[in-house]
Each structure stands twice: as C-alpha cells, then as structure tokens.
C-alpha cells in the first residue's frame, strides 16, 4: 500500500466513524450468547448480520458455513494470488450478561459514558474484529488494498470452539495465508502500546460432590452427616498451599522456569501496584510466593473457582444440609503444559482426596494449549511499524494471561504465523458486568489495522 493509498483509507475511516460506531451499535444489540441455548436464535442472527457487512464492505465472496453448533461466517477478497493473504479470526458470540442487576445499563443496549463504550462484547470481541471489517471497507472502498484478505468469524469461542478445529482441518486449502490477524487481546495502555506474544492455556472443569440421598434438616441430621458443601470447600482450599502453590501432583511438572535476566525484562513493562489495586478497590495483591504480578500473569500456571453453588439460596431462612454441591474450576496453563494431561491430572487428584462420606464426580469442560508468538516474524515486525506510525512509539511484546486455544490450532493445522494485535485495556471488565471499550481504542484499531497492511505487504 503506497503511503499515498494509505492515507486515503485513513481519510475514509475518518469521514465514516459515524457509521461505523452505528453498524457496532447493531451489532452489540445482538444478545449472541453462545453458552445459553436460549439465545441461540441470537446467535445465527449475529451470523448473517456480520455476512451481509462482509458484504457491504467489499468481499468477493460470504457465506455462512453451518457446524454441529454455531455456523462460522466466512467471507474473502483476493485480489492478486501472488501477493500475501491475511486471515483475520474473531468471534461474534459473546459471554453470557449474567448477574444483570450488577450493569449500570442494560447490557445488550449499547451506550456510550466516558467516551466509552459499555454492552456486552463491546471489546470481546465484537469491537475488536469489528475493526478489522471497517479496515478492510476503508481499504477496499478506496482501491487501497495491497493483500488478500479472508475472514473467519465464529460464534463458539466462548464455549470453547469444539467444531472449529474440524472447520480448519477441513478447509485448509481455503483458509491458507501468510498470518493469521487477531485481535482478541489488549495492551499496557493508551500511552504504551503493546503486541501479545505469548497467551496462556486452559482447562476447565465442573466438580460435583454428593453426600446423603436427599436435602436434609439441619436440626435432625446437622452433626451427624457430612454438608457437601463445607466439604467441597474444604478439597477446594486444599489445592493450593499457604504460598498460592498448587498441590496437585505432577501439575509443574513441565512449567519452565525463566531466567532471572528474562524475568527482569518482563517486569521493565510500565506497572504500578498501587494503580492496579485502586482500579480493583483491593487493600493487597495476592498470588504464588516469589513472583511479581506481571509474571503471575504471564508466565506462571493458575487455578481458580469461577463458581460455587448449593443449597438453598433464595430470599430468606431455610435450615437445610443440602445433597449435593458444585464448583466449576479453571487452570490456565504456561507452555509445556498440556490441558488434556492437566485436566486427567485435577480429575486423579480431585478423586484422590475425597472423604468416604461424599461421592464425588469431575465433569472435564472445554480446554485449550498456550501459545508462543514470534517477534521476529514479518507480521510482527509490520506490526510494530504500524504502532510506530500511529502512536510514534514502539509497541512493547507481553504476555497475556488469558487464553485463545485456537492460536495453538492454527499454528499446527494451517502452518501459520499468527498475530496477536490487540487494543483493549484491563478496565475494559470483559466476562464481567459493565464491560467496555474505548472509543478511541475502536477507531485507532482501525487505522493501526489499515498501516499494518501496507507494511505486511511490503514485508520479507
């Protein structure tokens, strides 16, 4: 892209940001929550919603291609088979909005506060590949586009994407490309910009305790036989030792231990302990012993109960010693570390530890691998240049705690170089209530994503 087509996309993203934040809107209304079936007519609406901008925005070809479960929109502009293709991923389907009564607005009713954007996937992901849909309309619609590029949207990320690794498998001929682009990440901050390049993996699992056939009177049985609950409390605590370590057998087995020189490096990247407690109202941080919060979240394995329930939990009194109680738990894992072998490994050990007065029964859900993204790619370096350009600042390399199982995925089956640009922020509270992106984040994503192309294209 010459730099003077460059600057007529950027012209033309700059004319159309109305619009664009308007097609958002649209598309934020859409309760496309992949984990309840009751939005699943939600769902398949978000689908054909993101066909037709496909569409609208210039690809030669869109369509929806049905799974098992959710559908993945496809769409593609080639332009010239000799020169590179970027495949951009993203998702449309969005975690569930639940508890609604902790929003300040209605989740699903986009409003902006702040010069921020507050709804539902307004930063995960909808906002973030939406980007990448109005880079490509700003290239496309100005004859600026200097790559192919095909797009891959689907609608059960948050669930775990079980049937897009059958998708790629299947169609890898039609979704070869020189780098996967995806933004589903965020940055250090607005003042210093950073590009992922390591994400953790994950394994997620639902326990189930059981302890006497039926609920009980707590007065008759109270003392006599063993609460579910006060044990599935009890195993839970027992994971991890008075040093946040974990006790499950074998589970650090192939965790990498860093040099202290690497160590130092990545604690260079801006971070102040006291902004972060008072952005979370917390009086302290919390985290395995020996390491900074950084490498807590980056570059050091974690268990976590995401949900505990049983009982009685309605409004008011009722004296019950419940039959049964839950607990849905989630490891993120470093390289090296396998989900399918760690999850076998909490099952083993979860079983190991159970008293003989509870039954208790593991329940494996969705899991994925970490990844390692190279620095010394041409996307990255293209990246880099298109931050440079926009923000005159080198972006910094991280690694990012949360999980994306399909890099992993991508980088096997379709022998890609995947890149991770994201551009949301901590305080963007995605998976929880309130969740929201900037407004300057959406718009300086769209000209980063247009610079990056002209650079990727001229890149060895």
Not at 26 to 45: G, M, N, T, W, Y
Not at 139 to 156: P, R, Y
Not at 314 to 323: C, H
Not at 408 to 421: G, H, T, W
Request: glycine content about 8%.
């Amino acid at each position: 892209m010459s730099e003077h087509n460059s600057q007529q996309a950027l012209n033309y993203s700059e004319e159309n940001k109305d619009g664009f934040l308007n097609e958002l809107f649209d598309l934020l209304r859409i309760p496309s929550v992949s984990a309840d079936p009751k939005f699943s007519k939600d769902v398949h609406e978000a689908a054909k919603f993101i066909k037709q901008k496909l569409i609208d925005a210039g690809v030669d070809k869109a369509e929806i291609c049905e799974t098992a479960g959710y559908p993945i929109v496809y769409g593609e502009k080639i332009i010239d088979e000799n020169l590179p293709t970027v495949l951009v991923y993203g998702h449309y389907d969005v975690q569930p909005a639940d508890p609604y009564e902790l929003w300040d607005s209605p989740p699903f009713e986009p409003v902006i506060k702040d010069d921020r954007i507050y709804a539902r996937g307004a930063c995960d992901d909808k906002g973030q590949f939406y980007m990448h849909v109005k880079a490509f309309e700003a290239m496309s619609k100005t004859d600026s586009l200097q790559c192919n590029v095909k797009f891959m949207i689907e609608g059960e990320e948050e669930v775990g994407s079980n049937n897009l690794e059958i998708f790629v498998k299947e169609n890898q001929e039609k979704l070869k490309n020189n780098v996967v682009l995806i933004s589903d990440t965020s940055m250090i901050s607005m003042d210093t910009p950073s590009i992922t390049a390591g994400l953790r993996g994950l394994s997620y699992v639902e326990v189930e305790v059981t302890g006497p056939n039926r609920d009980l009177h707590s007065g008759t049985y109270g003392g006599a036989v063993a609460n579910p609950i006060n044990v599935l409390c009890d195993m839970i605590s027992s994971l991890k030792d008075e040093n946040g370590h974990i006790t499950i057998p074998g589970f650090y087995d192939k965790v990498e231990e860093y040099s202290q020189e690497y160590r130092d490096t990545l604690n260079k990247a801006p971070f102040s302990e006291e902004d972060y407690k008072k952005e979370l109202d917390i009086d302290a941080v919390f985290g395995e012993k020996g390491y900074t919060t950084i490498e807590r979240i980056g570059i050091r394995p974690t268990l976590d109960v995401n949900g505990i329930w049983g009982g009685y939990i309605g409004e008011g009194a009722k004296t019950v010693l419940p039959s049964k109680a839950y607990a849905k738990i989630s490891m993120r894992l470093v390289p090296n570390q396998e989900s399918d072998e760690i999850t076998q490994l909490f099952v083993n050990h979860f079983n190991s530890i159970a008293p003989d007065y509870v039954k208790v029964k593991v329940t494996p859900h969705h899991g994925g691998e970490s990844a390692v993204v190279s620095t010394d790619s041409p996307a990255f370096r293209a990246a880099e240049k298109a931050f440079k350009d926009g923000w005159n600042k080198k972006p910094l390399p991280t690694r990012d705690g949360g999980s994306i199982p399909i890099v992993a995925l991508f980088e096997k089956e379709l022998k890609s170089d995947v890149l991770l640009m994201g551009f949301g922020l901590d305080k963007d509270a995605i998976h929880s209530p309130n969740e929201s992106y900037g407004v300057e984040n959406f718009f300086r994503g769209i000209d980063t994503i247009i610079r990056f192309h002209g650079h990727f294209a001229k890149a060895e």
